[in-house]
């Protein structure tokens, strides 16, 4: 037997009978004893499966199965977002609503199984639509952004009389340790929230900091937590351990959260027991004292000991309730094992990235009257002002966005127009940005968020990579996370900036599975392609990077000064995603490119047709997913292509079109240009890093005089 086995058996069979008054009702402390048993069983049946390879990477819930009383203090329709070490939450949360299968459920999360209901076998997470949990990885506190959002957005659905999932009085809650209420994630969003508050806006979030007193092997100062939030939220300690007293604090604080719409803190002392993780071994970093003493604060012994001292239970009916919920769960786990995995790249891609074209493309369609001659600022602030007229669950948000109408006018006009609850300034914090739009979004809103600067994304990167991204991909398409990020970025603004606020570092973004990334250069495809994005959001559920040249922003000529060719039309042309757009029939020399590279380019190749030379430019429009049939084709066409690439030579765009060439077997002749491998100074230094028009024309002179 496991030595935690072997305490819980010796300590509750020399537990005395007693006659005490029931703390909890007895049928109540019976069913949360059976979630609290159930995810121990889970613990300890993960570790065998590990063991004997049958099994997979689990982090277990040990030591914090006094998190069944939180789950009993909330409703089935309060959406959790929940730590790692949820199990009995889980559980207990599974009893409230009926034809659930929990036990079954986390065994399929730990053998990778097929047939796992809400991730589908790529990882193991507590999450269950009929539940109102939505599925989170092991990501340290990056879910808190999330919470605070979906929290805003409760009340803000309710504001604007939006259809939510969830009613109108929920309660969010999300659990989190104490080493990740040190991330500065979690700072960032516990702040966020304290801002809402502060300013009276609606934030119903139940924050639940399950302290055990270490992160992985690393102890947390003793009374930190406490120091660190007692005095700014409404705070709420109790003892992890026991349920009698977690139910009580528990229920006084979520009661507390849905009557005021403000957050609180649920502080539950908790904790850890058998290591951090399956093959973690405690012992290497942790004292024999430390775990002693943990072991006597077993959650479960402490249940007993109520079911024991009320007359509830005597201790050897106890002790074969955990002896049948072993048996339970072994047998449970015989069966789970035998189910499918999932067996080919299909299979695990297919919630990924979903595209029904078809819907997407009749979705974008603009019926709106034309108006001619925008420029690129102009045309998004017009696409904006009609995906606002048209959808009252669009919101827009983001720094200065609002009154000032961002930095370079292009949201001017919106707030006056639509109202202060649907285009708003946030604070200036990316995550928190990030996370109103991951938040928004469960409570049905298409949000679109603006980031100022592109160098401003990477402080907040991963609440796109590890929360938006990846949402559907974990819950099998369950959860959604419809999403349009704008971004102002790439470079050439002339006396103004540096690398702050000309970058033109895209890799970061290339690496997500299934974002889509946009990158318009003209007006008429920028209203078109800001359209489709709003449509994949609405039909899949898809997340977006509008990528927005800022330079381009009030361009309007491309030639000679006053000849306007770079001003189009509104609504311009249809954009599907994916598809490219090409420039001229050029049979000579194909030029690939994007953004900034496509006047730049126009100009190149306008300069070589006055030599007889004949070029075709290929705007690529999209970046992810790539135009690979339309680059392909063009390539061809030609024989010889010229990648031009604003962006970086190392991690840029370019390094995927030279990929899709090769993949593609295209047989002709290739060359690139790009800019260097630096950040960009400030003033004229910047013309030393970034590509030239010269070095464009230069690169199409030589690769011309190779021939073939």
């Avoid at 009993?72 to 939450?89: E, K, M, Q, V």
């Avoid at 430390?290 to 604060?297: E, F, N």
């Avoid at 499918?340 to 603009?366: C, G, I, N, Q």
């Amino acid at each position: 037997m496991d030595p935690v086995d072997e305490h819980f058996v010796s300590q509750v069979m020399a537990l005395p009978r007693g006659s005490a008054p029931e703390a909890v009702p007895r049928r109540q402390l019976l069913e949360l004893f059976d979630a609290q048993l159930g995810s121990r069983h889970l613990d300890l049946a993960a570790r065998d499966l590990g063991r004997a390879k049958r099994g997979f990477y689990s982090i277990g819930s040990s030591g914090h199965e006094g998190n069944a009383a939180v789950a009993a203090a909330l409703r089935p329709t309060d959406p959790a977002l929940l730590h790692y070490r949820s199990g009995a939450f889980y559980l207990a949360r599974a009893r409230q609503v009926p034809g659930q299968h929990p036990l079954r459920d986390v065994l399929q999360g730990i053998t990778a199984s097929s047939a796992d209901p809400i991730s589908g076998g790529r990882h193991k997470v507590f999450g269950n639509k009929a539940l109102g949990i939505i599925p989170q990885t092991s990501t340290i506190a990056s879910h808190l952004p999330r919470a605070v959002g979906l929290a805003f957005g409760i009340d803000r659905a309710k504001k604007l009389g939006i259809s939510s999932e969830w009613p109108s009085d929920s309660v969010v809650v999300c659990s989190f340790g104490d080493a990740s209420a040190n991330h500065s994630t979690a700072v960032g969003a516990i702040n966020s929230a304290l801002h809402c508050e502060y300013r009276g806006v609606p934030m119903p979030l139940l924050l639940v900091c399950e302290d055990n007193g270490i992160g992985i092997s690393v102890p947390t100062p003793s009374g930190w937590i406490e120091h660190n939030y007692r005095h700014r939220l409404r705070y709420f300690p109790a003892d992890g351990t026991d349920v009698a007293e977690t139910l009580a604090v528990a229920t006084e604080a979520a009661n507390w959260v849905r009557a005021h719409r403000r957050p609180a803190f649920l502080h539950l002392h908790t904790v850890r027991l058998m290591g951090h993780a399956g093959s973690d071994v405690e012992s290497a970093y942790r004292r024999p004292n430390a775990i002693a003493a943990d072991q006597k604060r077993d959650p479960l012994v402490r249940t007993a000991e109520l079911l024991v001292s009320s007359g509830v239970l005597a201790p050897a009916e106890a002790v074969e309730r955990y002896e049948l919920k072993r048996r339970e769960v072994s047998a449970l786990a015989d069966e789970v094992v035998a189910t499918p995995k999932l067996t080919s790249a299909a299979a695990v891609m297919a919630p990924l990235a979903p595209l029904h074209a078809d819907r997407v493309a009749a979705a974008a369609r603009s019926v709106s009257a034309p108006v001619p001659a925008l420029t690129l600022a102009q045309s998004i602030n017009r696409a904006l002002t009609d995906l606002l007229a048209e959808d009252p669950g669009v919101l827009v948000f983001g720094e200065d966005v609002a009154g000032k109408g961002g930095v370079y006018g292009v949201t001017r006009g919106l707030r006056k127009k639509f109202g202060g609850t649907r285009v708003f300034d946030t604070l200036l914090d990316e995550q928190t940005i990030l996370g109103t739009g991951l938040g928004t979004a469960l409570a049905g809103f298409l949000p679109i968020a603006e980031i100022q600067y592109l160098a401003y994304l990477h402080n907040a990167a991963d609440q796109l990579r590890g929360e938006a991204a990846t949402l559907q991909f974990f819950s099998n398409g369950h959860y959604r996370n419809p999403m349009i990020v704008r971004i102002a970025g790439y470079a050439y603004q002339k006396g103004f900036g540096g690398h702050f606020h000309n970058d033109n570092s895209l890799a970061a973004l290339r690496d997500i599975p299934g974002l889509i990334i946009a990158s318009p250069s003209r007006p008429d495809d920028a209203a078109g392609m800001l359209r489709t994005c709003a449509a994949a959001a609405r039909v899949d559920g898809r997340v977006s990077v509008f990528l927005e040249p800022i330079a381009l922003y009030h361009t309007r000529d491309l030639h000679e000064p006053g000849d306007d060719a770079w001003l189009a039309d509104y609504p311009g042309r249809e954009a599907p995603l994916g598809r490219a757009r090409t420039y001229g029939t050029g049979g000579d020399l194909t030029i690939v490119t994007s953004g900034n590279g496509v006047p730049m380019s126009l100009r190149a190749a306008r300069a070589a047709a006055a030599r007889g030379i004949g070029i075709r430019v290929v705007d690529l429009r999209w970046l992810a997913p790539l135009p690979t049939a339309d680059l392909l084709r063009e390539a061809r066409e030609t024989g010889r292509v010229l990648v031009v690439d604003e962006t970086r030579a190392q991690g840029g765009t370019s390094e995927a079109v030279l990929a899709a060439l090769v993949d593609g077997r295209f047989e002709g002749t290739v060359r690139r240009v790009a800019s260097e491998n630096s950040f960009i100074p400030l003033g004229p230094a910047a013309d030393c890093v970034l590509l030239s028009e010269e070095q464009i024309e230069k690169a199409v002179g030589d690769l011309l005089s190779r021939g073939h």
